[in-house]
């Protein structure tokens, strides 16, 4: 009970499972946030924790888990996402697709935030996994939807930033790059161990009253 607890969303695969590993292997007590726990293979010393980033019910049923058992959270990873306009431009996309990618990718992570703050003590960490496709410096045509939910996304972080930062809570995106994941595709340049190094260096390395900021590598880059 004394080991710092995180939560990874996300965590059944790709870059939420491998940060849960590693976070449990530093010593965490580490709760892998998954909307089908059918679907999550073990990993020693991670517990499962349903959790559908999209539903209501869920996160709030959550985080009263997770206040019984533990009492207090220290870490929170967002890192649960989608991916569904890829091969769309903006001009053909759906509303529905951009409606359900804001749901997945800016919503949920603020409402998951929302509800498990008020567990986090003084030098809690939150981190959300953001992209390159969501800096409104570098402006891209590739998947719409989901580079505007990044930016959604961004400036939810900012917002958490200055809402926590009187409880001495440090809100960061990162953007780990285009990793070879189910989501980044085989011919993605960055390793997963690489993607995870990103998000881990905010997690374990960053100085502690850093906050508000968008990271990669552990250098900042423009939002």
Request: hydrophobic share 45%; net charge positive; charged share 20%.
């Amino acid at each position: 009970m004394n080991a710092p607890i995180a939560l990874v969303t996300g965590a059944a695969r790709g870059l939420g499972r491998e940060v849960a590993r590693r976070l449990a292997e530093e010593g965490y007590t580490v709760l892998a946030g998954v909307r089908d726990p059918s679907k999550m293979k073990s990993l020693p010393g991670v517990e499962i924790l349903p959790l559908d980033v999209t539903d209501e019910t869920a996160i709030l049923a959550a985080a009263d888990a997770v206040k019984r058992r533990y009492g207090r959270l220290d870490v929170l990873v967002n890192n649960a996402g989608i991916l569904l306009d890829e091969e769309m431009g903006l001009m053909d996309v759906p509303p529905d697709v951009l409606r359900r990618s804001l749901e997945a990718n800016a919503i949920g992570p603020l409402r998951v935030a929302q509800a498990f703050a008020p567990l986090m003590p003084k030098g809690g960490r939150i981190v959300n996994v953001s992209s390159g496709g969501g800096q409104l410096s570098a402006s891209s045509t590739w998947a719409p939807a989901y580079c505007i939910s990044k930016t959604a996304l961004n400036a939810v972080t900012v917002q958490l930033a200055a809402a926590l930062k009187p409880r001495g809570i440090r809100v960061n995106a990162v953007c780990p790059g285009w990793v070879r994941t189910d989501m980044g595709g085989p011919s993605a340049p960055r390793s997963l161990q690489q993607g995870a190094d990103s998000i881990l260096w905010l997690v374990l390395k960053a100085a502690p009253d850093l906050t508000g900021g968008f990271w990669r590598d552990g250098a900042r880059i423009p939002w």
